[in-house]
T-cell receptor
Framework: NAGVTQTPKFQVLKTGQSMTLQCAQD?????MSWYRQDPGMGLRLIHY???????DQGEVPNGYNVSRSTTEDFPLRLLSAAPSQTSVYFC???????????FGDGTRLSIL | LAKTTQPISMDSYEGQEVNITCSHN???????ITWYQQFPSQGPRFIIQ???TKVTNEVASLFIPADRKSSTLSLPRVSLSDTAVYYC???????????FGGGTRVLVKP
């Protein structure tokens, strides 16, 4: 049981490049989320999903796309990377809204 | 979405009890209160969750008054390894829209 797995752990991009951050969970959780965390700050919700085929926007969705074709996977796509998207990205999952979230170890993304 | 307010930082010493209070004045009837711990370079980790009164587990206690407008996380006899950022969350009624505030940086000194 690996929990929530995020890949890659580190990535450097140039402005304008595209990239997909991967997130997979093996706990059969319906709810999955993506957050970004900037230095010294809390986590801000980007997008979330309450089940396969269902996604919705969080606080800071601009510049990011998501899809949820399976229960296990919830990839986050940056279509045209900008320096303002330099951050640490965390993926989380949980069984339902009354259960605590399980977080991955994060992806550190730098955009030059 | 219920907004939360926590102290920015707290200092303590090994063996002391640490109490962190979170304000959430506009908490909704169906909202839960959850606390997470985050170490540098790691994702947040669940500590404790409650709805009302008092909840206790092997690492912490959570006190919630009757009006539920605040909650207090209590860490008994802290050690150096408890140095971390602690987040208070109020579960949004609209599905998965959880709001993380800025958290409280707890520094445990020898």
């Amino acid at each position: 049981n690996a929990g929530v797995t995020q890949t890659p752990k580190f990535q450097v991009l140039k402005t304008g490049q595209s990239m997909t951050l991967q997130c997979a969970q093996d706990m059969n959780h319906e709810y999955m989320s993506w957050y970004r965390q900037d230095p010294g700050m809390g986590l801000r919700l980007i997008h979330y999903s309450v089940g396969a085929g269902i996604t919705d926007q969080g606080e800071v969705p601009n510049g990011y796309n998501v899809s949820r074709s399976t229960t296990e996977d919830f990839p986050l796509r940056l279509l045209s990377a900008a320096p303002s998207q330099t951050s640490v990205y965390f993926c989380a999952s949980r069984r339902d809204r009354e259960w605590p979230q399980h977080f991955g170890d994060g992806t550190r993304l730098s955009i030059l | 979405l219920a907004k939360t307010t926590q102290p920015i930082s707290m200092d303590s010493y090994e063996g002391q009890e640490v109490n962190i209070t979170c304000s959430h004045n506009n908490i909704a009837t169906n909202d839960y209160i959850t606390w997470y711990q985050q170490f540098p370079s790691q994702g947040p980790r669940f500590i404790i969750q409650g709805y009302k009164t008092k909840v206790t587990n092997e690492v912490a206690s959570l006190f919630i008054p009757a009006d539920r407008k605040s909650s207090t996380l209590s860490l008994p006899r802290v050690s150096l390894s408890d140095t971390a950022v602690y987040y208070c969350l109020v579960a949004g009624a609209a599905g998965n829209k959880l709001t993380f505030g800025g958290g409280t940086r707890v520094l445990v000194k020898p």
